[in-house]
């Protein structure tokens, strides 16, 4: 006997399948799925359903004096299954992290910051002495499951006089450690973008690549700068990272229209830019990408597969059987919204998701929107 089935759930593609779970694993995904199970919830097609929303770049350790969060306000509350801290902590703080982490019902992961102190001030890499890769190294071999990646944020007011060498210890660091990727923060030069591109590998991230700065990727003709090129061909990935100050509707719209879509879509959450905006949740941001030219299908691929193989998270991303039974229940609408980017720029919307419901480890968890739309089949 199956734990949970979900009848007639529509997916991404439009068709419409039985998915069971079990054992915290999915079971079976069909057109129609045979047998019973101790809980059955029909979708009548009504709604949709993916893999679990991953989102890759959050902030939610909830001692930080700058960015901090409850993970399940940015997880299970609004539709996302995992989170991937970007940061936060270093290696004076990981281990505090994890533990914290132990009781939220949404599965939390981390980017380990290459500084010890992690984000406290923010400028954390202008004093070098704060880079310990001894440290990170000791750190991944305590907590391997949780560190997923490692995280440096390569802008002048992070990295004050050191220019790119906190980016060349980071690398170094990346190999000690067994090359898990890493993730780079973009913003304000010196250093110059194209200092940073070409000295990323296959698997590291491009974060905040959509910002409105000078430094961003395109240049002032609106042309992919060529050493983010370069870096996209050697296999770099590039992530939104939404945030207060790393996303412009212009810079996605003109990018995009060229090609040059995310490999994944992460909100840069943390409680100031979740309760004033503009970010909100990950869902809100998602919306976004319908009126800068993309569509449902490569959105909802840009926060479960691509961010699952992204961040290396096994197990995770698919709806397919033997998979982590992560499923995020969603509807789609279309009628008017107001979208307003980093750079103050606003928008209305055709359409926009709504996140009904989470289920992690196959457990059932509704969202506020669920909630308030009394949505509980």
Same mark, same amino acid.
């Given at each position: ?15 419409? +399948? ?40 959050v ?10 969060? /409850? ?31 132990r ?19 923010q400028?954390?890499? +202008?004093d ?16 391997? /499951? ?24 980071a ?19 010196p ?12 698997g ?26 370069k ?7 590039? /992530?939104?990272?939404?945030?207060? +100050?790393?996303?412009?509707f ?11 879509l ?7 959450i ?60 969603f ?6 919204? +107001? ?16 996140p ?7 457990e ?11 949505? /509980?089949?």
């Amino acid at each position: 006997m199956f734990d949970l089935i979900l009848r007639r759930a529509r997916l991404t593609d439009e068709r419409l +399948a039985d998915i069971a779970l079990q054992d915290g694993k999915i079971a079976a995904v069909a057109s129609s799925v045979q047998g019973a199970a101790k809980s059955e919830r029909d979708l009548a097609g009504r709604y949709y359903v993916s893999a679990g929303w991953i989102d890759s770049h959050v902030h939610c350790y909830p001692k930080s004096p700058i960015y901090h969060d /409850d993970a399940d306000a940015i997880g299970v509350a609004t539709g996302v299954t995992t989170v991937v801290d970007a940061g936060s902590t270093g290696a004076d703080h990981i281990d505090d992290f994890y533990a914290l982490t132990r009781a939220a019902s949404t599965q939390v992961h981390a980017l380990i910051n290459i500084a010890r102190t992690g984000i406290v001030t923010q400028n954390e890499l +202008a004093d070098m002495r704060q880079i310990d890769g001894d440290a990170v190294q000791q750190a991944v071999k305590r907590l391997p /499951d949780f560190i997923v990646g490692l995280k440096a944020r390569m802008s002048s007011s992070v990295v004050g006089e050191n220019g790119i060498q906190p980016l060349i210890k980071a690398k170094a660091i990346q190999k000690q450690v067994g090359d898990l990727p890493l993730m780079v923060h973009i913003g304000n030069n010196p250093p110059d973008l194209a200092e940073i591109a070409d000295r990323l590998t296959a698997g590291d991230i491009i974060t905040h690549c959509y910002n409105g700065k000078p430094n961003r990727i395109l240049t002032p003709q609106g042309e992919l700068k060529a050493a983010v090129q370069k870096a996209i061909a050697r296999g770099v990935k590039i /992530d939104v990272g939404h945030g207060s +100050a790393s996303f412009s509707f212009e810079v996605a719209r003109a990018a995009i229209a060229q090609g040059i879509l995310p490999d994944t879509i992460s909100s840069d959450i943390y409680c100031r830019n979740r309760l004033n905006g503009p970010v909100h949740n990950l869902a809100h941001v998602m919306s976004k990408f319908f009126s800068v030219g993309m569509t449902l299908p490569q959105i909802i691929d840009c926060v479960t597969w691509k961010a699952a193989d992204g961040l290396r998270l096994a197990r995770k991303g698919r709806l397919e059987v033997g998979f982590d039974a992560d499923l995020t229940v969603f509807s789609v609408t279309e009628e008017p919204r +107001a979208f307003v980017d980093s750079e103050g720029e606003q928008l209305t919307g055709e359409k926009h998701i709504t996140p009904l419901a989470a289920v992690v480890a196959g457990e059932w968890f509704l969202t506020e929107e669920g909630k308030a739309n009394v949505f /509980d089949l």
